[in-house]
Structures are given as structure tokens and as C-alpha cells.
């Protein structure tokens, strides 16, 4: 065999290896699909300040992913359906991880949940990261999770999540 087929074969094989390589220990591409995983994404915990990440708080329970901010009047109406879902649902193992997208320290989205007695967990991305991850189109948005981690429901603006169809 030729010594230029001898190289080629070696780019062939180092390029098998290196796609080989990405696909096994490469980044998690799970987009966010209805029947995927939902993406792991690491937020700030406005109550304690301690970077949580989303997956570890939404383990082994049935998880609603709610984006929004305190400038935005459909999340102001929908969050306190969300707190009596919560409520009634928590005991059963049912948690909502409410993400806010605003700027700042935090000191703003921690006074508006406390003003509306939310006690679910309200975290904050200051950087857009989530919205980028979950490709959302605005807020509010929300993604219910399965206890397996995996998205069952896409939900683009304000629900009534208290409702009997959504409790089911």
C-alpha cells in the first residue's frame, strides 16, 4: 500500500475516532421536545444564594419548570394558581422550580414571591442561559416534567395550573 494511502486511512480513522469520542463523552444534546430529557441548567437559589442545579431539585418528583420575570403581568396572574397547585400537589411529590429571568441581585424577585406567598423555589438566571438552553419564545413558559426527568408538556404563556385537567 501506498504511502499517501496509508495517510488517508490514518484521517479517516482519527476522524471515526474523534466523532466516536464526541458521541460517548461528549456534551448531552437533548434539545426540549416533548419525550426528552429536559437540559440540566445550574440557577441561583434566591432565598439562600447557593447555586442549585435544576435537575438535582426536580429528581424523583413530578416537576413544573416555570421561566418567567417580576416585569411580567401574565406571570403575575398565573403564579398564584401555581402556588395553590403547589399547595395541594406538594405532599404527593409534585414541585415547581420557578426560574426568573430578571436583572439584578435577586433582592426584587425574592420581595415579589414573598409579596404573593409563593413557597415554592423561586431562582433567578440573570444571564439568559435558560432561555437560550429551553428555547423559549417569552415569558411566562413552562415545561411539566415526568419523575424520570422527562418533559410531558409544553405550556407558551399564562395557565391556570390549578385547574382539575392540569392537577390530573
Excluded at 500500500?1 to 448531552?28: D, H, T
Excluded at 440540566?40 to 416555570?66: H, I, P, Q, Y
Excluded at 400537589?89 to 426584587?108: E, M, Q, Y
Excluded at 423561586?122 to 417569552?138: P, V
Aim: glycine share 10%; proline share 4%; net charge neutral.
Amino acid at each position: 500500500m501506498s504511502k499517501q494511502w496509508m495517510v488517508v486511512l490514518g484521517v479517516i480513522a482519527a476522524l471515526a475516532g474523534g466523532a466516536y469520542a464526541l458521541v460517548r463523552f461528549g456534551p448531552e444534546n437533548t434539545g426540549v421536545e416533548i419525550g426528552k430529557k429536559a437540559p440540566d441548567f445550574r440557577m441561583v437559589d434566591v432565598t439562600t444564594g447557593d447555586s442549585v442545579s435544576l435537575r438535582a431539585l426536580a429528581k424523583g418528583e413530578v416537576a413544573l419548570v416555570n421561566i418567567w420575570a417580576t416585569w411580567c403581568e401574565p406571570c403575575k396572574e398565573e403564579m398564584p394558581a401555581m402556588q395553590r397547585a403547589y399547595a395541594d400537589l406538594a405532599p404527593r411529590g409534585f414541585r415547581i422550580i420557578a426560574v426568573s429571568i430578571d436583572n439584578g441581585d435577586g433582592a426584587a424577585v425574592k420581595e415579589f414571591a414573598q409579596q404573593l406567598g409563593i413557597t415554592f423555589d423561586i431562582l433567578q438566571d440573570r444571564s439568559g442561559g435558560i432561555q437560550q438552553l429551553y428555547q423559549t419564545t417569552g415569558v411566562p413558559e413552562s415545561f411539566l416534567l415526568d419523575r424520570d426527568g422527562t418533559i410531558v408538556k409544553r405550556v407558551i404563556g399564562a395557565h391556570d395550573w390549578a385547574s382539575g385537567a392540569n392537577r390530573k
